[in-house]
């Protein structure tokens, strides 16, 4: 199955903040994700929201039919917090 993918203003913004061998490999990672992306666990499957990690980072997104929605990205103790401000 072939999915599209849509970029939550807060995910473009961490993306452009990083250096540009982590952002190569997120940019990798992302790629992976949209060919698999029920393959990654689930943080809170309540909400349906799964992460992916790349080294000490980690990629939010949740799928929602055909398309990858991506959430946020950010450090492992960051991104966790910033779970319940997510507008899933």
Excluded: N, S
């Amino acid at each position: 199955m072939e999915y599209g993918c849509h970029f939550e203003t807060e995910f473009l913004e961490e993306l452009k903040k990083l250096d540009k061998p982590v952002k190569l490999a997120v940019e990798k990672k992302v790629h992976q994700i949209l060919q698999k992306p029920e393959h990654f666990d689930f943080l809170h499957k309540e909400k349906g929201v799964r992460k992916a990690r790349v080294g000490r980072w980690r990629i939010l997104f949740r799928i929602e039919g055909k398309i990858v929605k991506f959430y946020r990205i950010g450090k492992r103790d960051v991104v966790y917090r910033q779970l319940d401000g997510l507008a899933v």
